[in-house]
């Protein structure tokens, strides 16, 4: 599996960014090899835990138009994106769901 953490600064009031996440969830649901997506803030900072099948489809994720609206915030500054390999067995001993088909 591949882990993607993408953070990004905003001015955007945090009820209107959850009012434009909301919007986002159905197609997130749908996006392929995502197992798993949380959502995250701290004060003005906000974040996305995302864990993928694999690296291709967590490149395919970013390629795509989700995550462009996520780096498209309104008053957004500081946007980074880092990749992490996934220690599998350790993991999915601590509870990490597998992802489908796996």
Excluded: C, N
Excluded at 86 to 102: I, K, Q, Y
Aim: cysteine-free.
């Amino acid at each position: 599996m591949h882990a993607v953490l993408i953070t990004v600064r905003s001015s955007v009031a945090p009820d209107a960014l959850t009012v434009l996440f909301a919007e986002q969830v159905e197609a997130v649901q749908s996006a392929p090899g995502l197992v798993m997506k949380t959502w995250l803030r701290d004060g003005d900072t906000l974040a996305g835990f995302h864990l993928f099948a694999t690296r291709e489809t967590a490149d395919e994720y970013l390629a795509g138009g989700l995550a462009a609206e996520f780096s498209a915030l309104p008053a957004r500054s500081d946007h980074v994106v880092r990749h992490f390999a996934v220690l599998d067995e350790l993991s999915h001993a601590t509870g990490t769901p597998r992802p489908l088909g796996a």
